[in-house]
């Protein structure tokens, strides 16, 4: 007889198996090159650690922002597809760059461009997820795309560690490699995946009208400010790469930080996201706050490499309980014909706590040290497990006055 894991992977659809693996590609591309980008920023063009954060900041709420657009043009369309195999072709295109840099600036365009891509291809690909997942396993679909992505979010480091080692710190070799599965990744999803049939009679939806938007309730709205709260009480990983530097790792093992982190992160989310489809949404966010608060805590404390471990390791779980969790909340609270622009939104106020909360670090670091950088984010953290509390009290409260 089969265990229900196995019954529970075999209903997975194939679609969301062809995007798990076109993500892993892609992640293997794009890591190589970010787990070494802050040391090459910092050592190679003498860019400061403030500068980092900036740039770091902008990239990724780049990403996020421009995902509001391109999931309600999904939206309007009724076709997904397209938009997801222009968003990864752009990030695709844009490695070369890396490698050809000799300022600030080539770095700065190739990152906001590439993230540009992610953000166009983001929203639309949840929502492609959504569209064939069944209800009552999309859980379980959330996690197992994060955990392959997730996957080539460690290979790309480790991958990166051995060129480095083999070619005596080469970054613009590496960088020239990280071209080829990026490439692969447009191919994988270009003729991989076949979209979902639409109904013929179906009438584009104008996401953007006042009556459209009224439909995104109030249950969706509490998702997005809890993922914008979140947002804010964790910042770029990039960090976490500077306090291994810190600490003292050799520069070419320094990518072993993300290997370590994302190995942990692939291992948990798919268990999470099964598990997410049996419990209380809200308890498993609070658990997730509450290992993202001890791992802010142990690297603040850090004084080894082992220590800097653990906290690299918590960071990871804390990453596979909430990150698949968030979008399967998503999809469960907006109403199908606006999930692209249900995921956009999501995204959008998660790209401005993203940028505000890295450049807050940034200045942190550079004024008053690491350590002082994840107490601050324990403390936001701290803050949006308080409110989470509180919003689970008030609902019972109303829950007894109707009663």
Do not use: C
Not at 252 to 268: E, I, T
Not at 314 to 326: A, F, I, N, R, S
Not at 380 to 394: D, E, N, P, S
């Amino acid at each position: 007889m089969a265990s229900p894991l196995s019954v529970s992977r075999s209903r997975i659809p194939p679609g969301v198996w062809v995007l798990g693996f076109v993500s892993l590609l892609m992640d293997i591309s794009s890591e190589m090159v970010h787990s070494l980008l802050p040391l090459f920023l910092v050592g190679v063009l003498g860019v400061s650690v403030l500068a980092v954060g900036v740039i770091e900041g902008i990239a990724e709420s780049t990403a996020l922002i421009s995902k509001v657009f391109s999931g309600a043009l999904s939206d309007y369309l009724g076709r997904r597809k397209g938009l997801a195999v222009l968003g990864y072709a752009m990030g695709a295109f844009t490695k070369p760059v890396f490698a050809l840099a000799t300022g600030v600036g080539a770095v700065v365009a190739a990152r906001f461009i590439d993230r540009v891509g992610k953000g166009i291809r983001g929203a639309p690909r949840d929502a492609l997820i959504a569209d064939i997942t069944p209800p009552d396993i999309r859980g379980a679909a959330f996690g197992l795309r994060q955990a392959l992505d997730t996957v080539g979010a460690f290979a790309g480091p480790l991958l990166a560690t051995g060129l480095m080692l083999a070619w005596a710190n080469d970054f613009r070799a590496v960088f020239w490699v990280a071209v080829i599965p990026g490439a692969l990744a447009v191919a994988l999803l270009a003729f991989g995946i076949k979209e979902p049939e639409r109904d013929a009679r179906r009438r584009p939806v104008n996401p953007i009208r006042r009556a459209a938007l009224a439909r995104l309730g109030r249950a969706y709205w509490w998702v997005v400010g809890v993922g914008a709260v979140f947002t804010l009480a964790r910042f770029s990983e990039a960090f976490l790469v500077l306090r291994a530097s810190q600490l003292g790792v050799p520069v070419a093992w320094v990518p072993l930080v993300m290997v370590a982190m994302n190995l942990v992160y692939a291992a948990s989310a798919y268990p999470f996201g099964k598990l997410s489809d049996r419990v209380s949404h809200r308890k498993l966010l609070a658990a997730g706050l509450l290992v993202l608060i001890a791992a802010d805590l142990v690297l603040a404390l850090a004084s080894h490499w082992v220590h800097l471990g653990l906290g690299v390791a918590l960071w990871g779980v804390h990453m596979g309980m909430t990150q698949g969790l968030l979008a399967a909340m998503v999809a469960d609270t907006a109403p199908e014909d606006l999930r692209g622009t249900a995921y956009g939104f999501f995204n959008l106020l998660g790209g401005i706590a993203m940028l505000v909360s890295s450049v807050i670090a940034g200045l942190l670091w550079d004024a008053l040290g690491s350590a002082f950088t994840f107490y601050v984010g324990a403390a936001f953290a701290t803050l949006t497990l308080i409110g989470i509390a509180l919003h689970a009290a008030a609902g019972r409260h109303g829950a007894r006055r109707g009663a």
